[in-house]
Nanobody, 124 residues
Framework: QAQLEESGGGSVQAGGSLRLSCTASDRAFSSLTKGWFRQAPGQDREFVSAIGWSGLATAYGDSVKGRFTISRDNANNTVSLQMDNLKPADTAVYFC?????????????????WGLGTLVTVSS
């Protein structure tokens, strides 16, 4: 079964930065749409960002626009999320996801493959 593995989570103070990475075990994922979602305790899973197969098309949730940057390295089958100017409200488990369609969907139900998540904690 194809696997996605996130890394880079941790604890940081408000205003700090973290970089998340997600590596896929299936080479076929190198040409698929990839996204990041997050889920805070007691809340629904929320769209953070998505990127098309070429890396040219990107999308961001309103709460992270201007602070987060998504990128991908198809040769290494990875997708990364650079998170700057972090806020306590960014505290959540962050999940990497992959979908077969080209559209940069913001809906969790459109993504077929998911990682187990990595925890990001931002303190004030």
């Amino acid at each position: 079964q194809a696997q996605l593995e996130e890394s880079g989570g941790g604890s940081v103070q408000a205003g700090g930065s973290l970089r998340l990475s997600c590596t896929a075990s299936d080479r076929a994922f190198s040409s698929l749409t990839k996204g990041w979602f997050r889920q805070a305790p007691g809340q629904d899973r929320e769209f953070v960002s998505a990127i098309g197969w070429s890396g040219l098309a990107t999308a961001y949730g309103d709460s992270v626009k201007g602070r987060f940057t998504i990128s991908r390295d198809n040769a290494n089958n990875t997708v990364s999320l650079q998170m700057d100017n972090l806020k306590p409200a960014d505290t959540a488990v962050y999940f990497c996801a992959v979908r077969r369609g080209a559209y940069l969907s913001t809906e969790t139900t459109d993504y077929e493959y998911w990682g187990l998540g990595t925890l990001v904690t931002v303190s004030s």
